[in-house]
């Protein structure tokens, strides 16, 4: 497949690399290779879905979290929906905080969700955990206060009241 990447039209040089890609992946469990070959793909489309979640995957699989959350990144750019943006882009900060040790990256991308969907409670309650293990308080209040917003009246609410109460004593 290697020589025939090379003389290709360019939709079919990509159906190569894909196949490149999975035999490295599926066959050979060589993640770097399979890496490679994706963004190869990548080099010639840098829109192209099928290499960008194969990156994902390869990447997640073999622990290359900084890999993973910029092929995490790189789909959220590319989608026009929101929701699914939101989705990424939380998962991304959650790797960034829990594999990557990356507080303030990951509080950067959890923001950037809220700004997205001001009420999108995961994201609320990773910067709360966040910001609590930073003791970022004024942030912590804060991030309480947007998460009291959207609950109102539910009951999850109640423990949410008893933490404010204990940070504005």
Do not use: C
Request: charged share 30%; glycine share 6%.
């Amino acid at each position: 497949y290697e020589r025939a990447v090379e003389h290709a039209e360019p939709d079919r040089a990509v159906t190569y690399l894909l196949k490149i890609g999975a035999l490295y992946e599926d066959h050979l469990d060589d993640p770097v290779q399979a890496i490679h070959s994706y963004r190869r793909i990548l080099d010639r489309d840098a829109r192209y879905l099928g290499a960008i979640h194969a990156l994902q995957r390869v990447t997640e699989a073999g622990g290359r979290y900084a890999e993973f959350v910029e092929a995490l990144v790189l789909e959220a750019e590319l989608t026009p929906d929101r929701a699914h943006k939101v989705g990424l882009l939380s998962r991304a900060g959650e790797v960034l905080d829990e594999h990557l040790n990356d507080r303030e990256a990951a509080i950067a991308v959890l923001r950037r969700v809220v700004t997205l969907d001001p009420r999108y409670i995961p994201a609320l309650t990773a910067l709360g955990r966040m910001y609590y293990r930073a003791g970022r308080w004024e942030d912590l209040l804060s991030t309480y206060q947007a998460e009291l917003a959207v609950l109102g009246d539910d009951a999850r609410a109640v423990p949410l009241l008893l933490k404010v109460g204990e940070l504005t004593e």
